[in-house]
């Protein structure tokens, strides 16, 4: 018996019971559902946790910084409250357990150097595969972004760093009040994420455009279009000078309340707001006399002038967090870009006084006086000249008439018990960290952001065998040491979503076997219910292969018709529109005869909206010109 003699058959038979047909593919559809649904269940969780990854990631990087500290080793030091192990014969008293000394020896021994500036060449460089694993890479200095108010009219203000609280500090951003404290040192202005991508996934702008130039910044508002009055007086919208007069005010006592009402900014009021960018050396002027550099940012007049020719930063674009962002990768305020930082790196080492302290690395430009000196150095005649200069003027001027007829070596020999020689505490590095000399090759920190969990661990193994060959070569210097984070948050995340995972692919196998199972005892009970006519078929010459072939045919049919109820019924689950974009149905039909009369009938033509017909072989014989011509028609 041929396979289509017994598809016949099965199909005949099908056709005598079409109830029990109907039922029996519908009990068969309601398995495949129930896979396709949980199939659809688990590749939707998944993509939902790889937009969470990414969201996530994108807030918390792994960072290298050029010292660190091994956070776990100082926080079991100090959270260790096992005491020192013994037993106290008097439990009838209290005894101190003393950790202050190990805490202490924890926190210094634990402060780690990294080489960053190999380990950025060993990324730039083509030394490994990192950067195909991470969404973005950033290069963090130590560098500060010295903002001020465009309109110096008035006076001049400075925004950022912001010096709002300096009337409660003396002039000095270290206080003992560490609630302020906390304020003073957190700016409103931070470098953008590098991945414009995930930054237009994570934003909506509300007005103008992402930042298309190095002085081009946006402002970072919430989901409500809200920003707090702490970042509108960093910014200069309310004057920073009402928490100055706040703070005066409480410390001497007396009442004194902000204008708590809520103000609006049109979109135009913000884009019109500018800046200037005044660079760390542009404070400091050369004293040709005294041959050293001086800080003038207590002159007015002179930082009026510079703040006049700084250069201009405007609000180029507004930018809200999206609806569908799981986590944001910016902050509060203004977001400004990695060329504003490589533009301020820049022109800081192209500055005079930047090349000048670099072109004497000896000696500090700012008293003249070398790195090096200490108190038994022997005195110079400039020493001298200090000492002299410090004197009364009558007591000057006699000094110096007196001193008129010795020989320098009698002046030095002189004063050689009464002056020192002139000291500083400055090193080579603090001037070039005052003055922000940096190298773009050698970072302060590097930010590198993982794709997703599955990437992290990758990066992780490449720092880790970055580690091994460095020590391999001899160079344990290069090492890099590392707190993961992320990692410590995250591992107990990680395990949920694999269970998850398993419990859906679980679901999976439950319901193939379930289905399976129906339709195998659906199958078990036709061949009991159809006895005679097996033995009809084996008198008449069929084999038991035979036999087995109908009722496979017939399982086949109805799989076929369990099928087509399942997909007809989850077109219906399809949206017709999806993030604003159109979605259309249609299918290829064939054409059944020379009329044009395709395969599909009313209603399945009805849930089309595009349906390509043509001719094929197998449903019609090649016709002439006229016969084909007619079909389209």
């Not at 963090?140 to 009337?167: E, G, H, R």
């Not at 930054?199 to 707090?228: K, M, R």
């Not at 108190?375 to 400039?382: G, N, Q, R, V």
């Not at 395969?599 to 010109?625: F, M, N, Q, T």
């Amino acid at each position: 018996m041929s396979f289509f003699t017994a598809l016949s058959l099965s199909f005949n038979n099908l056709m005598t019971k079409k109830t029990r047909t109907i039922l029996t593919a519908f009990a068969g559809s309601i398995g495949i559902i129930g896979i396709a649904l949980i199939l659809s269940i688990s590749n939707g969780i998944q993509l939902y946790i790889d937009w969470v990854q990414r969201d996530t990631l994108s807030s918390y990087p792994i960072q290298l910084q050029s010292e660190t500290v091994d956070i776990s080793s100082m926080v079991s030091s100090m959270t260790d409250n096992g005491g020192s192990g013994e037993t106290h014969e008097d439990m009838d008293k209290i005894y101190s357990n003393n950790i202050m000394s190990d805490m202490m020896n924890t926190m210094v021994a634990e402060v780690q150097s990294n080489n960053l500036k190999e380990f950025k060449h060993y990324i730039e460089n083509g030394g490994s595969d990192i950067k195909d694993y991470a969404s973005a890479i950033e290069y963090t200095y130590d560098i500060p972004v010295n903002i001020y108010k465009s309109d110096t009219s008035d006076k001049v203000t400075q925004l950022n760093p912001n010096t709002m609280f300096d009337a409660m500090y003396g002039g000095s951003s270290q206080s003992s009040m560490s609630g302020m404290s906390m304020y003073s040192n957190s700016s409103v202005w931070s470098q953008l994420f590098d991945n414009k991508e995930i930054l237009e996934s994570q934003y909506t702008v509300l007005a103008g455009h992402w930042p298309e130039s190095y002085n081009e910044v946006v402002l970072v508002v919430n989901e409500n279009n809200e920003i707090d009055d702490y970042t509108l007086y960093s910014i200069g919208l309310k004057d920073p000078d009402e928490i100055t007069e706040m703070i005066k005010a409480m410390m001497s006592g007396k009442n004194y309340t902000l204008d708590n009402d809520e103000t609006t900014y049109t979109f135009d009021e913000i884009l019109n707001t500018t800046f200037k960018l005044i660079l760390p050396t542009d404070v400091y002027s050369y004293n040709e006399s005294k041959e050293i550099w001086e800080d003038k940012s207590d002159n007015d007049i002179f930082m009026k002038n510079v703040v006049n020719n700084g250069t201009d930063i405007k609000i180029a674009g507004i930018i809200k967090p999206s609806e569908e962002a799981v986590s944001t990768s910016l902050s509060r305020g203004i977001g400004y870009t990695k060329e504003l930082t490589e533009y301020i790196i820049n022109g800081v080492n192209d500055s005079a006084i930047a090349k000048a302290q670099l072109a004497d690395e000896d000696t500090d430009i700012f008293t003249g006086v070398p790195f090096d000196n200490n108190k038994d150095t022997p005195i110079t005649m400039d020493d001298v000249q200090a000492y002299l200069e410090s004197l009364p003027s009558d007591e000057q001027a006699q000094t110096r008439m007196f001193l008129s007829t010795m020989t320098d070596e009698q002046i030095l020999d002189m004063f050689s018990q009464s002056v020192k020689a002139q000291t500083t505490d400055a090193t080579l590095e603090t001037n070039k960290s005052k003055l922000g000399i940096t190298d773009l090759d050698d970072p302060s920190g590097i930010n590198i952001y993982p794709s997703d969990f599955d990437s992290k661990e990758h990066i992780q193994n490449i720092i880790s065998d970055y580690n091994t060959s460095q020590q391999k070569d001899g160079k344990d210097e290069n090492v890099i040491n590392y707190t993961d984070y992320v990692g410590i948050i995250m591992s107990s995340v990680t395990i949920i979503i694999n269970a998850i995972s398993y419990v859906l692919i679980a679901f999976v196998g439950i319901s193939l076997i379930v289905s399976s199972i129906m339709i195998g005892i659906i199958t078990y009970i036709s061949v009991l219910e159809r006895t005679k006519e097996i033995g009809i078929l084996r008198s008449i010459g069929a084999s038991k292969k035979d036999i087995s072939r109908i009722f496979n045919a017939e399982t086949l049919i109805e799989g076929f018709v369990a099928g087509a109820l399942l997909y007809f019924s989850n077109m219906k689950i399809i949206p017709r529109e999806k993030c604003g974009v159109r979605i259309y149905m249609g299918c290829e039909a064939n054409i059944m005869d020379y009329d044009g009369n395709n395969r599909l009938k009313e209603y399945g033509l009805k849930g089309c909206d595009v349906v390509i017909a043509s001719l094929h072989i197998p449903c019609i014989k090649p016709g002439s010109i006229e016969q084909n011509t007619k079909c389209f028609n």
